[in-house]
């Protein structure tokens, strides 16, 4: 069930701090009263199951120092305990003996504190301006990181350097030998001291790296060296970054030099393996280095907050270019006109936003179709094989959670249950990730789901690939994860990372297409080809889905825009509590498909015109209805996308010709590029807070934080959605 999982966690925390409250009891008796093995047990048990949560349960102790109870308080109060203990214990001298014990401890902690200040300063002085990838960033001076144990662990630091010092006190406890106290104590010392000069290396200018200034100067030369000409922007939240790597294919192919800016420090590990630089501005004051680079284009897949300050950089034309299409409203958005130009698949983009009217002119919207869409396959008529293969692929909740976003609640289980019902299918069922996460019965009926398809698994058998297959799948898998991963040590911080990744050999995508089609008939040759099969994974791709499939059922969503450039039947579940004829009149993207009821009691018609062409009545309209949502198939979507990126590249150059000659005539008083709104004199240098992670997988709202407007943009004129505001900053 879907909470067994969060109720086990937190059975878990709730037996740990039992657990841990009963030690520091134990310690406590035994120290009063004074009941030595009562005190060695709770001491150790203490000990070991800190060190334990330490790795296994994070999250307990980042709750426990939010009531002042971390672990230098729990660790400071089990050696007090142990102190006492041994003042109670007979036959050991409180002063004689424990003085030089007690002054060792209060030294320990003191280096322990001391530790912590230079682990700081290393972070902070390996904390760069600007984070790359795939750029030989080796004038910089970068070095590898420090133990992750004294550099980032503190807490685990304390506890393993405290160690000997604990054991030491507890033997004593036991023997009445001072000795052993004052050996591990002074064993402890040593560890600690060694560790804190040894972190301090990091420091020396050997190690670090160059400063601010020499930084920025360095990505200047850079930008200078390599003369990027368009670049894709992007800024989101921690699940959001697939909006970006849907694009790598499509960037990387652009004539001239492409480059990728992104905002927050954790996306530049998250885009997905691609040969083109990336550059991570993190304060608004470093990104203005591209006002005067050869940049003259960028295009945005998704809209943020940040998005608002990089297009006050006047020298710079903007294309917002989406993250999918669908008929919802978030696919035309009132940011949009922000924007120089919104880039559309095809005509129905271009009416969806004429009839929204949000304030994009049609003039700004250009039609350049989906580049992505290369890979599917076009249809090829009726199923060969002895199982029509139907995807079952619904969209997730939504936001704003309203029962007609998905079929998964209403309709699922009864799709599914038809499905099932005939032999002759083979389904492949892939949810959102996101299903459940706004709706826990959206979260519940998907479970249920994928129970009722194992359950039918087990109703059916046949012929298993032998293990050859599984074998080869492995190995095509490690081949791919090679290709597709850079492998870090656990210590490895953002300079490190840096340093690994730096200037690529070219040739990556084109062998990362190699390895993934290879990897794709090795994952179908390892499955019984009977077997429904649940895709959860990110791998078999969408795409990968779509052209082992005969059928597509799904929900209003840009999966059918997708689907409809291979032309094969597909249908969309109606739960909006609309009749048909208003569903239709409402959703485009559904004209020309099937549309399934909540009961689902047409799928057993939808499969027999998918086995009988001659019963598909609406071939014709598929393909009408391509064209209008995708554009013509000539020119190709990747030559008109191609040529629109060169058409805003020239307008960019005029733009440029223009201020030169405006500059020119007002004589040498002000700087070239203060003419037009937004240079880079406002901004202030400093770090953005992160966005709040806003799923949007089909629209385009992207993640927002209310802290990271600018001024002008909270309040502007249009509202708190500063749209008009935002509006303002290019339309010189």
Partial sequence: MPSAGPVSRRAVQLISLLAMSAAYVAQLVGALLPQVPLLLAGSAVGLVLDLFLQQRQPGLLSL????????????????????????????????????????????????????????????????????????????????????RLLARRQGQRLLTFSLPATAGLLATAASQDALWGALGVGLALALMLAGTVYLATWLLPGKRARNEQQVIAWLDEWLADYRPTVAMYFSGGTTSAYQANM???????????????????????????????????????????????SLKMMLHPANAAKTSQV????????????????????????????????????????????????????????????????????????????????????????WDGNPGNTSVVLAGENIVRGLLADDGVRL????????????????????????????????????????????????????????????????????????????????????????????ERAHRASLPEWEHQIVTDAR??????????????????SVVSDWLSSEKPYAVANTTGLDEDAFRAGFPTVSAGVV?????????????????????QLATARAELKEHLLGPSDPPSAVRFGAAVTALCAKADERRVRMAARTA??????????????????????????PVDIPDPAGTLGPVADDALPPGLADGPSGPDGSASAATVTRA
């Fill in 311 to 398: 297009l006050r950089i006047p020298t710079i034309k903007h294309a917002f270019i989406n993250h999918g299409e669908s008929d919802k409203l978030s696919s035309c958005n009132p940011y949009a006109k922000a924007y120089d130009e919104v880039w559309v698949a095809g005509p129905a983009a271009r009416e969806r936003y004429a009839l929204a009217d949000v304030g994009v002119e049609d003039k700004d919207v250009v039609e350049v179709g989906r580049p992505q869409l290369a890979p599917i396959r076009p249809h090829s008529g009726a199923p060969t094989g002895p199982y029509t293969t139907v995807l079952y692929a619904p969209t997730w909740e939504g």
């Fill in 596 to 616: 399934l009821t909540p009961s689902a009691e047409g799928v057993p018609a939808l499969l027999e015109s998918v086995r009988h062409p001659e019963k598909d």
């Fill in 665 to 690: 005539s007002r004589g040498p008083s002000r700087p070239a590029g203060t003419e037009g709104a937004g240079t880079a004199t406002g901004p202030e240098a400093v770090d953005e807070p992160e």
């Fill in 64 to 147: 426990l120092a939010k009531v002042r109870f971390d672990v230098t308080v729990r660790q400071l109060l089990r050696d007090m305990l142990i102190v006492v203990g041994l003042l109670r214990i007979e036959g050991i001298d409180p002063l004689g003996e424990q003085g030089p014990m007690l002054v060792g401890l209060c030294v320990l902690y003191a280096l322990h504190f001391a530790c912590q200040a230079v682990a700081v300063l290393v972070r902070r002085a390996r904390t760069l301006p600007v984070v790359t990838r795939n750029i030989d960033a080796s004038a910089l001076r970068l070095s590898a990181a420090p133990p």
């Fill in 540 to 557: 078999p791709s969408i795409f990968a889905c779509f052209n082992q499939a005969d059928l597509l059922i799904s929900d209003v969503s």
């Fill in 428 to 519: 492949l069922y892939k949810p959102h990730p996101l299903t459940g996460s706004v709706d826990p019965r959206a979260g519940g009926a998907n479970e249920r789901i994928m129970a009722m398809i194992r359950e039918a698994n087990t109703r059916r058998s046949g012929e298993r690939p032998g293990p050859e297959a599984a074998a080869e799948l492995a190995r095509r898998t490690a081949e791919l994860d090679r290709l597709t991963s850079t492998s870090f040590r656990a210590a490895a911080d953002e300079m490190e990372r840096m340093l690994l990744q730096g200037a690529t050999r070219g040739g990556r995508e084109a062998a990362i297409a190699e390895a993934t089609a290879a990897w």
């Fill in 247 to 293: 694009w790598l294919s499509t960037l990387s192919t652009l004539d001239g030099k492409p480059l990728i800016v992104l905002r927050e420090r954790f996306m530049v590990q998250k885009i997905e393996a691609t040969d083109v630089p990336i550059v991570c501005f993190p304060k608004v004051s470093t990104m203005f280095s591209l006002e005067n680079s």
